[in-house]
């Protein structure tokens, strides 16, 4: 069905479809009505209303506002979206969800162990932190957000995975390791737990002042630099940046180079893990929505551990080293050519290369 004109991208949330641009030559009342009614026809069983998205993500509130093309007038346009057997309650619109994420989130599942505290900053309608509650075994969920309806949908998200709603998805326990807390993060970071979790999830807030590819403003620094006092040793960071389509071929360097210096200026080494696009999609001209993980750990215990590894290193050359030649040539070289025994000195009484267990 549906002869209309149909615009060659659009999101399902619940059933609710979001075109973001219209076909050309349908910017009047009639072909806005009939991009409407062939969007509709795509799948009548689903798709109850059509919308069009106005104005650009930008903001606290990271939400844009939509124009109504079809379907019924519902406001507040208030919806379900299932991902994964979860349900994620959306009022479109007014805050952000984008279903293109969903393997990102999958991702984000995936890299959580069990017992984790987990942090969610700007944690939006809750569709990380709902799907990490559900799907993983995390102890803890935090979720700090600070648009209000936001919060109030992220809340009925709880209250639908508990079964308070009487619907399905439901999961009492996944819905007891989650706390939301309504405010700031720069003001409710220092109240939390020092060292207190195992990972945060932070897609932090793109301002006006950020540019076509995000390169303006502090990047996020601020935010950046009052959740790493929250992660124990050890701890990591998924922090969700904006690049051009070049920063992500050469693998996010100013959003790495942002991230290494961060943790330097608090006295801890940035080990980074995976910096790639965060959806298949650009989010705007020439802007990409990237993902850098990495892994904390205090600047002395990085250099320990690296010390260690080189250490680690050369013992295993000695021990591939078959012949007594071999042995001798590896020790020798071990050392940086000094203490120049012959290879019978290599080894103590029980035939073991001396230096094996870190004698000098």
Not at 131 to 143: F, H, L, N, S
Request: proline share 6%.
């Amino acid at each position: 069905g549906g002869g209309g004109p149909r615009p060659r991208h659009f999101d399902v949330i619940g059933d609710v479809a979001v075109v973001h641009e219209l076909p050309p030559g349908c910017a009047g009342p009639e072909g806005r009505r009939a991009v409407g009614a062939a969007v509709l026809a795509t799948n009548p069983r689903k798709i109850k209303v059509c919308v069009l998205r106005r104005g650009r993500l930008e903001g606290a509130a990271k939400a844009h506002g939509v124009e109504l093309l079809a379907g019924r007038d519902r406001r507040p346009l208030v919806t379900t979206h299932w991902e994964s057997g979860v349900g994620c309650v959306v009022r479109v619109g007014e805050v952000f969800f984008s279903p293109r994420m969903a393997p990102e989130r999958l991702r984000l599942c995936r890299s959580v162990g069990p017992g984790e505290r987990v942090l969610c900053l700007f944690s939006g309608v809750g569709a990380e932190a709902l799907q990490i509650a559900a799907r993983t075994a995390a102890a803890a969920v935090v979720c700090v957000e600070l648009n209000p309806v936001a919060v109030a949908c992220l809340r009925k998200g709880v209250a639908l995975l508990a079964g308070r709603e009487g619907r399905r998805g439901q999961d009492p326990a996944a819905a007891a390791k989650l706390q939301v807390l309504e405010g700031d993060a720069l003001a409710l970071l220092p109240g939390l737990p020092v060292r207190g979790f195992d990972r945060c999830v932070a897609p932090r807030p793109k301002g006006p002042e950020a540019g076509r590819d995000g390169g303006g403003g502090d990047g996020g620094r601020a935010f950046l630099a009052a959740l790493l006092p929250a992660l124990r040793p050890g701890g990591e960071v998924h922090w969700y940046d904006f690049a051009t389509k070049a920063e992500v071929a050469a693998g996010c360097p100013r959003t790495r180079a942002l991230v290494a210096g961060c943790c330097a200026a608090a006295g801890l080494a940035a080990e980074f893990l995976h910096a790639g696009p965060a959806g298949r999609r650009c989010v705007a001209a020439g802007q990409w929505r990237v993902c850098v993980d990495f892994r904390v750990r205090p600047l002395a215990a990085a250099g320990a551990a690296g010390a260690a590894g080189e250490e680690d290193a050369v013992r295993a050359r000695v021990r591939a080293a078959t012949s007594k030649r071999q042995r001798a040539a590896a020790a020798a070289q071990a050392d940086d050519g000094g203490g120049g025994g012959g290879a019978d000195e290599t080894k103590d009484g029980n035939g073991r290369v001396q230096g094996e267990e870190g004698t000098p």
